[in-house]
């Protein structure tokens, strides 16, 4: 076992007790009016772009959820594997967490987005059934697992709702399953590093999966993640279709992550306010 998979395996498998912020994942105020200045950022960015777009962000400092046409559902192609890896942590976390060998998987599926890992923890959970009842339990009702899994679809609301519970403290997953995916999240190989992080500067942290797939009129080509950083701490999901290439959906993805994060910097530096509870320091496609 190489030196980052023990880190993995200690942090994986470390004693933490849950942290519980407010009620755990619940519902955050929303805003999609025509005042919403994360609309109106990503009207101004997408302009001219084809394809079918969906988006939506939740601002950890204010507590508020934008959202870009909520409730159109998208196919997921690999970000669907951050959901399957949260479906495991929770199943395992207290029954020994992870072994050595799924420790190994996990990293292959999230930082490599290997879909032969991705197959592997997808069967061993129980596949389609035990996601769908792992996203039952946490809210996630616009999530429909499907038995390819790439080919589950969802919306970005609910991609808000896996972030927060991968992300920030609740009752479903405890810290040190959450920083264990974080932690791989973190370090996704730098190829795989474009969507959710375009157009954040240098020094900022970016956690984040894709997922992207030729499917149906086009492409599918969807972003998630958590960024952090000059005063900015946020979550966002971005998912297109009918894409005319793969490259033509990231460049669509990178205009609305760098949209994003200019339109909360209007917002939230000069009315931070401080975290509630303080954030886990972090240890150590298809």
């Known amino acids: 076992m190489n030196q980052r998979a023990r880190v993995l395996m200690v942090t994986a498998l470390a004693v933490s007790t849950p942290m519980i912020e407010g009620a755990g994942v619940s519902a955050a105020r929303t805003r999609h009016d025509a005042a919403n200045p994360f609309t109106s950022r990503l009207r101004e960015h997408l302009e001219g772009r084809s394809g079918n777009i969906t988006a939506a962000a939740y601002d950890i400092n204010t507590r508020r959820t934008y959202l870009y046409r909520p409730g159109v559902r998208e196919e997921t192609a690999s970000i669907v594997k951050a959901d399957i890896l949260a ?3 929770h199943e395992k976390q207290h029954h020994g967490g992870l072994s050595s060998a799924e420790i190994g998987i996990a990293q292959g599926m999230i930082e490599a987005s290997d879909n032969g890992d991705a197959t592997a923890l997808w069967n061993e959970e129980g596949g389609g059934p035990a996601v769908a009842a792992f996203d039952a339990r946490v809210g996630m009702t616009e999530t429909t697992p499907n ?18 519970l991968i992300m920030l403290p609740n009752r479903v997953l405890l810290t040190s399953s959450r920083v264990f995916e974080y932690e791989l999240m973190r370090n996704v190989i730098s190829s795989e590093r474009w969507g959710v992080s375009g157009g954040v500067p240098f020094g900022a942290v970016v956690a984040l999966k894709n997922g992207w797939l030729p499917f149906g009129a086009g492409w599918h080509v969807n972003s998630i993640g958590r960024i952090t950083g000059f005063g900015r701490r946020y979550l966002l999901a971005v998912m297109t279709d ?23 910097k209007l917002q939230t530096l000069d009315r931070f306010i401080p975290p509630k509870h303080p954030r886990p320091r972090p240890r150590g496609g298809r």
């Not at 038995?147 to 927060?164: I, M, V």
């Open 87 to 89: 479906t495991l942590l």
């Open 147 to 164: 038995l390819a899994w790439g080919l589950t679809t969802t919306t970005p609301r609910d991609q808000l709702k896996l972030l927060r």
């Open 242 to 264: 009918s894409d005319p290439t793969e490259g033509y959906g990231i460049d669509t993805i990178e205009h609305i992550s760098a949209a994003v994060w200019h339109a909360l």
